[in-house]
């Protein structure tokens, strides 16, 4: 992931996760990720991508649907 998509992607997550008032603690317990993985992808920092199953459940964590493309995704507010 590029430096400037992977801080784009990890300020949209922060602001997603602070809009439904959740702490990168409860979060990352609902994701089955470390904090300091989840805080990584915030800051734009990690060292690869986050994988699809990483993604999916951070939507599920989050209320969100992601979906795959080709070669990108896109979230939508969960019904």
Sequence with gaps: MKRDLAKEFGQALRQLRQAR???QEAL???AD???EYLS???R???KSPP???VL???GRALGVIVEKHNTSWTIKLAA
Excluded: M
């Design 40 to 42: 990584r992808i915030e």
């Design 44 to 46: 734009g920092l990690p």
């Design 28 to 30: 990352s317990e609902r």
């Design 51 to 53: 994988s699809w199953d």
């Design 33 to 35: 990720i470390s904090v």
């Design 56 to 58: 999916e459940r951070l």
């Design 21 to 23: 008032r959740l702490t």
